[in-house]
T-cell receptor
Framework: AQSVTQLDSQVPVFEEAPVELRCNYS??????LFWYVQYPNQGLQLLLK??????LVKGINGFEAEFNKSQTSFHLRKPSVHISDTAEYFC????????????FGKGTRLHILP | EAGVVQSPRYKIIEKKQPVAFWCNPI?????LYWYLQNLGQGPELLIR????????DSQLPKDRFSAERLKGVDSTLKIQPAELGDSAVYLC??????????FGQGTRLTVV
């Protein structure tokens, strides 16, 4: 079975400052990893995904994440945040079987301070 | 291309009443998911379909919840009778099996 731990429930950061949202996973098999963003009263939107290959993954809106197998981590980063990045961010994991269930972390709320 | 469409967006019902949610996935997506999202929590899988077959319904409370996906396209999720604790957002997602799921905007259910 897989599980996901998002270490911070809330992260405040000043506008134009860098940010890192932490995610660790647990699995006895290799996994696919995802970051989703949820804006207020909206569904989830995929930011980026790691399926295989390069461990540094670039996504939409200037976000990137790095898969670290030895530390079982998949932290999300952005070098300079904007007020529009205010949202809930979810890390997720899936077994390496296409179409299998996706297991989500509890989410990290990103607060952008002016 | 239209995304995943869910209706209604909001629903308020009295406890013990039935309620149904509808989902129209992206055309061609064989996998359909129903997730439950409580306030301040991540989505939790209720049921997953491959075409018309429910391949994972282990987390669906079958005493009051039911779902169907006739013809392997649209899906409905029903609760009967609803309880106060069912108040949450119900999310539908679909995937063509390439590791990416597309989510609808969700149905926010309030049971009073």
């Amino acid at each position: 079975a897989q599980s996901v731990t998002q270490l911070d429930s809330q992260v405040p950061v000043f506008e134009e400052a860098p940010v890192e949202l932490r995610c660790n996973y647990s699995s006895s098999v290799s996994v696919y990893l995802f970051w989703y963003v949820q804006y207020p009263n909206q569904g989830l939107q995929l930011l980026l995904k790691y399926l295989s290959g390069s461990t540094l993954v670039k996504g939409i809106n200037g976000f990137e994440a790095e898969f670290n197998k030895s530390q079982t981590s998949f932290h999300l980063r952005k070098p300079s945040v904007h007020i529009s990045d205010t949202a809930e961010y979810f890390c997720a994991v899936s077994p390496p079987v296409m179409g299998d269930k996706i297991i989500f972390g509890k989410g990290t709320r990103l607060h952008i301070l002016p | 291309e239209a995304g995943v469409v869910q209706s209604p967006r909001y629903k308020i019902i009295e406890k013990k009443q039935p309620v149904a949610f509808w989902c129209n996935p992206i055309s061609g997506h064989n996998t359909l998911y129903w997730y439950l999202q409580n306030l301040g929590q991540g989505p939790e899988l209720l049921i997953r379909y491959e075409n018309e077959e429910a391949v994972d319904d282990s987390q669906l409370p079958k005493d009051r919840f039911s779902a169907e996906r006739l013809k392997g396209v649209d899906s409905t999720l029903k609760i009967q009778p609803a309880e106060l604790g069912d108040s949450a957002v119900y999310l539908c997602a679909s995937s063509e099996g390439n590791g990416e799921a597309f989510f609808g905007q969700g149905t926010r259910l309030t049971v009073v």
